[in-house]
């Protein structure tokens, strides 16, 4: 990945790279429907609770972030 001249330090300070809607492995949506994803996201939340690698407290506040989000929704990606 080359550096973008406009933020010369992102390479230090990580990225974000929205896969929300980048086709999954199979090339199909990654996410089909909001409640698909929803489901994905609190089965790997439940695996790292499990792991000891997140508090109660942390599982709650992204389970109600991505409840709240549109990834999955009618239309999040575009026509």
């Given amino acids: ?27 199909g ?13 609190v089965h790997v939340l439940t695996s790292l609770k499990k792991s000891r690698l997140l508090l109660e407290a942390d599982v709650r506040g992204m389970r109600q972030e991505a409840a709240h989000s549109d990834v999955g929704s009618p239309d999040s990606c575009g026509p």
Avoid: E, W, Y
């Fill in 29 to 41: 949506v990654r996410f089909p429907t909001h409640g698909g994803f929803v489901g994905q996201v």
């Fill in 1 to 27: 990945m080359a550096a973008d001249p406009n933020k010369p330090i992102a390479f230090l300070t990580g990225s974000f790279v929205d896969i929300s809607c980048t086709p999954g492995s199979d090339g």
